[in-house]
């Protein structure tokens, strides 16, 4: 069965630069959600969207952005990069109007190394 | 503070024993998650509790939501090395609400020596 897929897996970026994370959803799955796990923490909620729009807003900052695109797939921008932003970036699916609950699928992540 | 709290931290069993990983809240929990996570790698997701009182089970994994569904612990029999990994509990609409973001504890890292 296909599963979530995330781009790239792994990325080294310099302080103050940018990267750009892809998300490409389950088939048919109308929800995108994006956490940041730090070393040894639990993930942390970034950001989702229902049907291409914003749904809830976690804890993003500023220097970040994303979208949903028309065949839902998502992009997660960050800019000015800071040491802190190393984590690894999950982005996970569901499929929130027909389910009884909440599944939600995770991809394999992207590990971000901002040195 | 940690609206989902988790214990033990970490967790260092014999294969063929049994274990227990707890979950707990201060609030209400709609949704509870169970996920399975090798380090540095996705979450698997395991099972999902909705209702008081339920239990699941798949294989030798049973996950429980206590009846005023504020406590959840996930049980393993007769443990196997490859049950070893991060085991992270996970809410949605803590304490009510519609907010379908994931609010996770901070894991329990499960070692099993052969």
């Known amino acids: 069965a296909a599963g979530v897929i995330q781009s790239p897996r792994h990325l080294i970026k310099e302080k103050r630069e940018t990267a750009t994370l892809k998300c490409y959803p389950i088939p048919r799955h109308d929800t995108v959600y994006w956490y940041q796990q730090g070393p040894g923490q639990d993930p942390q909620f970034l950001i989702s969207f229902y049907e291409k729009m914003q749904s809830d807003k976690g804890s993003i900052p500023d220097r970040f952005s994303a979208q949903q695109f028309s065949d839902y797939h998502s992009e997660l921008n960050m800019s000015s990069l800071e040491l802190g932003d190393s984590a690894l970036y999950f982005c996970?699916?569901?499929?929130?109007?027909?389910?009884?609950?909440?599944?939600?699928?995770f991809g394999p992540g992207t590990r971000l190394t901002v040195l | 503070s940690q609206e989902l709290e988790q214990s033990p931290q970490s967790l260092i069993v014999q294969e063929g024993k049994n274990l227990t990983i707890n979950c707990t809240s201060s609030?209400?929990?709609?949704?509870l998650y169970w996920y399975k996570q090798k380090y540095g790698e996705g979450l698997i997701f395991l099972m999902m509790?909705?209702?008081?009182?339920e239990e699941k089970s798949h294989e030798k994994i049973t996950a429980k939501l206590d009846e005023k569904k504020q406590q959840s612990s996930l049980h393993i029999t007769a443990s196997q090395p490859s049950h070893a990994g991060i085991y992270l509990c996970g809410a949605d609409k803590i304490g009510g609400g519609s907010n379908y973001k994931l609010t996770f504890g901070k894991g329990t890292l499960l070692t099993v020596n052969p």
């Open positions: 609030k209400t929990l709609y949704g």
């Open positions: 996970a699916s569901s499929l929130r109007l027909a389910a009884k609950d909440n599944e939600q699928f």
């Open positions: 509790l909705q209702k008081g009182g």
